[in-house]
Nanobody, 119 residues
Framework: QLQPVESGGGSVQAGESLRLSCVASGLHFSIYNMAWFRQAPGKEREFVGNISWKDDSTSFADSVKGRFTMTRDNNKSTVYLYMNNLKPEDTATYYC????????????WGQGTQVSVSS
């Protein structure tokens, strides 16, 4: 079982940066694949990026590739999303999620943290 809790959201100007944190307490955090999703008002939730349990490799959606990075600290059961050069299109509620290896879905979700980017 994982219980992700996101934090770090806020209101910023375009071009600025934010760091989101996800504390995902659980017995075996280190072997969960962790991901960030986002959902803007009136739109479907979309994949932002993830980080592997195996080697900390990351993958990102094309919309954020080159601007966002991700790390994890297994000792703190925390994953970080570093968002640079933010754009108004990044405005959304950002969710942290966990996936047990071998499972097809991300089954453990946080409540989300709001990110607002103004031009």
């Amino acid at each position: 079982q994982l219980q992700p809790v996101e934090s770090g959201g806020g209101s910023v100007q375009a071009g600025e940066s934010l760091r989101l944190s996800c504390v995902a307490s659980g017995l075996h955090f280190s072997i969960y694949n962790m991901a960030w999703f986002r959902q803007a008002p009136g739109k479907e939730r979309e994949f932002v990026g993830n980080i592997s349990w195996k080697d900390d490799s990351t993958s990102f959606a094309d919309s954020v590739k080159g601007r966002f990075t991700m790390t994890r600290d297994n000792n703190k059961s925390t994953v970080y999303l570093y968002m640079n050069n933010l754009k108004p299109e990044d405005t959304a509620t950002y969710y942290c999620a966990g996936q047990w290896p071998g499972k097809p879905d991300y089954d453990y979700w946080g409540q989300g943290t709001q990110v607002s980017v103004s031009s």
